[in-house]
């Protein structure tokens, strides 16, 4: 919230903190939506709140749109599964991938010309894996980022597996913010329409 930006997506929300966040975002972004484990709280009206399968069997993904000056922008947040080493199943990345796919499906039936995904995909922009969603939408920070833009892990990042893709607008700038006790990096970007 202090970096003053207007959109702010959370993912692997625990219900039991979705009041705290509540209450501690409510002056600056006083219209919001959680679905599942992941929430959107906005400084700009938000209409049609939904979630998003992505065969999950919870729910992990929302979208709304976002009512600006300019027009409606639909936003989605997700958080893909994460891929794991197992050692009775070597590398497990079916579930992730599935999920990648049925997210792809749904962005690509939006009807929205204006569309932003913003999340924990679990995967960089190079995993052949995510493009049911990659080949749809372009990366913020590969457009306009400022360095690496590495997110995880937040102790000594090294990879980008947190992600905001755009269709429909311009990307002016991404970066990473400062640690939280996440393990993760919050991501930023800035975009023009």
């Known amino acids: 919230a202090a970096s003053g930006i207007d959109v702010l997506a959370l993912e692997e ?4 903190m979705v009041p705290v966040y509540e209450e501690g975002l409510a002056e600056a972004y006083p219209y919001h939506s959680v679905q599942g484990t992941v929430g959107l709280w906005s400084k700009l009206p938000l209409r049609g709140a939904r979630p998003v399968d992505i065969h999950m069997g919870w729910t992990r993904a929302m979208r709304a749109s976002v009512v600006t000056p300019k027009g409606e922008v639909a936003v989605y947040v997700a958080h893909l599964p994460s891929v794991r080493v197992r050692m009775n ?3 497990t ?3 992730r991938d599935n999920s990648a796919d049925a997210l792809g499906a749904a962005i690509s039936r939006d009807p929205h010309e204006r569309l932003v995904l913003l999340g924990d995909l679990n995967g960089t922009m190079n995993d ?3 493009n049911g969603v990659t080949s749809q939408l372009r990366s913020t920070q590969g457009a306009a980022g ?3 833009g590495f997110s995880w892990p937040a102790s000594f990042p090294m ?3 947190d992600q905001i893709m755009v269709k429909g607008v311009e990307p002016v700038s991404s970066w ?3 640690a939280t006790r996440s393990d993760h990096l919050p991501i930023a970007a800035r975009v023009a329409f």
Do not use: E, H, M, S
């Open 159 to 161: 990879a980008r597996i």
């Open 13 to 16: 929300l625990k219900g039991d």
């Open 176 to 178: 990473a913010l400062p």
């Open 128 to 130: 052949r894996a995510l």
């Open 93 to 95: 990345a079916n579930q």
């Open 89 to 91: 199943a070597g590398f």
């Open 146 to 148: 400022d360095g690496f």
